[in-house]
């Protein structure tokens, strides 16, 4: 059974960690020159792909004892949002243009960018430590992939407009004060 308010926890946090990424950009540009939904298509499969390696990595972080899974969630959390904090803003890089508009090239290629620059990246990590902590890898895998999803979505479409309206800088300060929470909840879970 998929928990809502699991699922409504995740979507938030990977949502806002995703929001200052490069694939977000990545997805602008490819969708700025190509067909949003041929970019969607391949970036939407890409991140399925992540969430389902991420989910199955934290379930097998639940076999271990609950104390040290916490213990080691916290420290993860904290890890992540001091790399928020200390992330540098000019990495950028440079998308490959398909020679055509077909959907294959198009979803070809934004699915190996996303498939390639997201691996390790901080939500894949995120959503790892999500399913261990909360043991429900079907309600942590939907929201990270609904996140992940309208993050493209909303990078592809209407990425140049939000940016314009909330400061890059105040979405990932909240995104690691999240991150901050939820790593000193679970230290404080592992300790009591």
């Given at each position: 059974?998929i928990?809502?308010?699991v699922?409504a ?5 990977v ?12 997805g602008?540009?490819?969708?700025t020159?190509?067909?949003?939904s ?5 970036v939407?499969?890409a991140?399925?792909?992540?969430v ?5 990595a934290g379930?097998?972080l ?12 916290g ?8 790399m ?14 398909p020679?055509?508009q077909?959907?294959?090239k198009v979803?070809?290629?934004g699915?190996?960018?996303?498939l ?5 990246d ?7 430590n999500l399913a261990?902590r909360?043991d429900?890898?079907?309600s ?7 996140a ?5 979505g ?6 140049k407009?939000?940016m314009?309206?909330?400061?890059l ?12 929470g ?11």
């Amino acid at each position: 059974m998929i928990s809502i308010s699991v699922t409504a926890l995740v979507f938030g946090v990977v949502f806002l960690a995703e929001l200052p990424d490069k694939t977000a950009l990545a997805g602008l540009v490819l969708g700025t020159r190509y067909r949003a939904s041929y970019v969607f298509a391949g970036v939407a499969a890409a991140f399925t792909v992540h969430v389902v390696l991420a989910v199955a990595a934290g379930s097998v972080l639940t076999l271990l004892p609950q104390q040290l899974v916490h213990a080691l969630t916290g420290v993860l959390f904290l890890a992540g949002a001091a790399m928020l904090l200390m992330k540098g803003g000019g990495d950028e890089e440079e998308v490959k243009q398909p020679e055509n508009q077909s959907f294959w090239k198009v979803s070809g290629a934004g699915f190996m960018l996303i498939l390639v620059a997201e691996f390790g990246d901080l939500t894949q990590i995120m959503t790892a430590n999500l399913a261990a902590r909360y043991d429900d890898p079907l309600s942590v895998g939907l929201g990270a992939v609904l996140a992940l999803w309208a993050v493209a979505g909303l990078g592809i479409v209407g990425g140049k407009a939000l940016m314009r309206r909330v400061p890059l800088a105040l979405i990932t300060k909240i995104a690691a004060l999240l991150m901050l929470g939820l790593g000193v909840w679970s230290l404080y879970e592992a300790i009591a």
